[in-house]
């Protein structure tokens, strides 16, 4: 053989890990509703099995101090698709009804847009909930296909003489009322079908999951396998389209060049009793800001990149996942808006030292208003009025002033003795930082997206 050939022969056969190393990485994005802090083996549960996800945790890293922006469904996904506060983009406002006149504005940048212009596959199969009407579902939000329920699985709407949540693809209703039991199975075969469409080029699955979000469904072949009832059900199945998902990764050699993230979107609805979730050793649960709320398991994994077997305290939010991945695919995050945000790369590949990016992070109630407000181990819950309401009986129930409660989460992570009393300090220089936030709020906030010709005194976060 002449050298040029020997040559020739050499640099063919370094094109493929060249190919690999220049690839992009894949993500697959898993987002569970109403999943508690408590549900899964890996953090905790002993009723509920989770063989997939605690392979998953062992083979990446758990996030322990992992956030969501809100302890409610709509705003929760707004935050994370856009890295912005569901506040500055007006999404902050309890969740959203079918026929809403509001819905995720089609002018943000969510995450899909950003990695669909680096060249990615995308595609969103589940749950959406940030509006129903054609300009804000997933297709105009950077989504090559959508497969899923546009909101809750409790909400429903009439077609005909049928009434109940649909199912649709893409923007068109395929059918109604969609078969709940068989929800989570048919994600997942829509995933693996997406992940093997595009196997050879990078992709971004989103998977916003319908369950255990009530009612709780499952098929014949999951029903009574859990110690942890109907709703240990329901999770073991979610767990099993894991597997399906993992090993499809693995199928196609692909199990290195993906990011896979599982992650949900608020606390337990704990008022649903036996078919709510468990906030482990958190305060509380869904629609509230105590830590049950908006604290929830995360795990991250990318072999190679992400250290197995790794627990990461750092705080963090499901904001941060977007500058996140925005730098690891190359991408650029928009410069002409406010990201919330930070970029947490190095605390998931697991660098010396790396700490949280955030002096502060800020919590907002399901009705929107700021409540509470986190600084180190810190967290302060406002002195605020609770104002009066009427009850679902009719019966008025009287504001109610609620004072300062102020937490040391490193001794006290289920927020039971309030020291605000013992630390003025830290009451005033949290107050003062929750202060600012809403200044700062106020100056850089967007626009809400609203239905062509809907004015703004239209109902559109709490109509039904």
Known sequence: MTPFRALLVFALALLPSIAAAQRKPNVVLIFCDDLGYGDLGCFGS???????????????????????????????????????????????????????????????????KLLKGQGYATAAVGKWHLGDAPEFLPTAHGFNSYFGVPYSNDMRVKIGE????????????????????????????????????????PFFLYLPHTFPHVPLFVSERFKGKSKGGLYGDVVETLDWSVGRITDALKEHGLENDTIVIFTSDNGPWLV???????PGPLRD?????????????????????????????????????YPTLAKLAGATVPADRVIDGRDIAPLLLGQAGAKTPHAAVFHHSAQGPLHAVRSGAWKLHLARTQPARTNPQGKVIPAVERPAELYDLSKDL?????????????????????????????TNSRAVGRVAGAKETEKGANDK
């Open 414 to 442: 289920a927020e039971a003795k309030n020291v605000a009393a013992e630390n003025p300090e830290v009451v005033a220089r949290l107050t003062k930082l929750a202060e600012e936030h809403l200044a700062e709020l106020a």
């Open 272 to 278: 649903r009793k036996e078919h709510g979730g468990s």
């Open 46 to 112: 002993k009723t509920i099995a989770t063989p997939n996800l605690d392979k998953l945790a062992a083979q990446g890293m758990r996030l322990t101090d992992f956030h969501t922006d809100s302890p409610v469904c709509t705003p929760s996904r707004a935050a994370l698709l856009t890295g912005s506060h569901a506040a500055r983009i007006g999404l902050e406002k309890h969740v959203l009804f079918p026929r809403s006149r509001i819905g995720l504005n089609p002018s943000e940048v969510t995450i899909a």
């Open 285 to 321: 649960g869904k629609g509230t800001v105590y830590e049950g709320g908006h604290r929830v398991p995360c795990i991250v994994r990318w072999p190679g990149k992400v250290p197995a077997g790794a627990e990461c305290s750092e705080l963090a939010s499901t904001m941060d996942l």
């Open 162 to 201: 049928k009434a109940g949540p649909p199912l649709m693809r893409n923007t068109e209703v395929i059918e109604h009322p969609a078969d709940q039991a068989t929800l989570t199975e048919r994600y997942a075969d829509e995933a693996v079908k997406f992940i093997t469409a595009n196997k050879d080029k």
